[in-house]
């Protein structure tokens, strides 16, 4: 069945930057989202890709698409402690109804 | 833009109570609504697909009876948690579809349930 993995945490200092990864099963999904979950909070939409792109950038975020190898990455410039949440990505499903696969989340945590 | 407004953001109350929980999109049509489970350090959990005008799709396992979804309006899904017991204690999270087929997904703030 269809399965979105991530590692379960990372821990950056202050002004880096961060990698965070993501692996799907789902071949034919046409659109990959992020997320950025805060405590007690909803989710909020950061970035999305569609499958046919490579490359997206977005002020300091930068996501990158390996087709091949169902890989995500999103990558936060200049990391800052309020970048410190979970963060999910998510692929749409092409079952038909357009559902997410959620990941597991990424918990970062930024150190000053 | 692409506001999404869930209320109450927290609830606590007795087994055998019923509560209703709402998601509005504000600024923006949505024919589609999902709502979701968090269960603690967990992702979501898919509950079921809201479609205006025509009845929810759950989720295996997502027992229709006891979470009463109505999406009567462009605009508005309710889920019911209908006599609750504590088991059913989570945050709960809708999210509206902005657009038709394949768009992205916004999200509420979510709700705390909490049932003693």
């Known amino acids: 069945g269809e399965d979105v993995e991530q590692s379960l945490f990372l821990s950056v200092r202050e002004g880096d930057s961060s990698v965070i990864n993501c692996t799907y099963t789902?071949?034919?999904?046409?659109?990959l989202y992020w997320y950025k979950q805060e405590p007690g909070a909803g989710l909020q939409l950061l970035t999305y890709i569609f499958s046919n792109m490579d490359m997206k950038q977005d002020q300091r975020l930068t996501v990158l698409l390996n087709k091949k190898d169902k890989h995500l990455s999103l990558r936060i410039a200049d990391t800052q402690t309020g970048d410190s949440a979970i963060y999910f990505c998510?692929?749409?499903?092409?079952?038909?109804?357009?559902?997410?696969?959620f990941g597991t989340g990424t918990r970062l945590k930024v150190l000053a | 833009g692409a506001v999404v407004s869930q209320h109450p953001s927290r609830v606590i109350c007795k087994s055998g109570t019923s509560v209703k929980i709402e998601c509005r999109s504000l600024?923006?049509?949505?024919?589609?609504m999902f709502w979701y489970r968090q269960f603690p350090k967990q992702s979501l959990m898919l509950m079921a697909t809201s479609n205006e005008g025509s009845k929810a799709t759950y989720e295996q396992g997502v027992e229709k009876d006891k979470f009463l979804i109505n999406h009567a309006s462009l605009t508005l899904s309710t889920l019911t948690v209908t006599s609750a017991h504590p088991e059913d204690s989570s945050f709960y999270i809708c999210s509206a579809e902005q657009g038709v087929g394949n768009q992205p997904q916004h999200f509420g703030d979510g709700t705390r349930l909490s049932i003693l």
């Open positions: 789902d071949s034919s999904s046409t659109y």
């Open positions: 600024d923006f049509q949505a024919t589609t």
């Open positions: 998510a692929e749409s499903s092409t079952s038909g109804t357009y559902k997410y696969i």
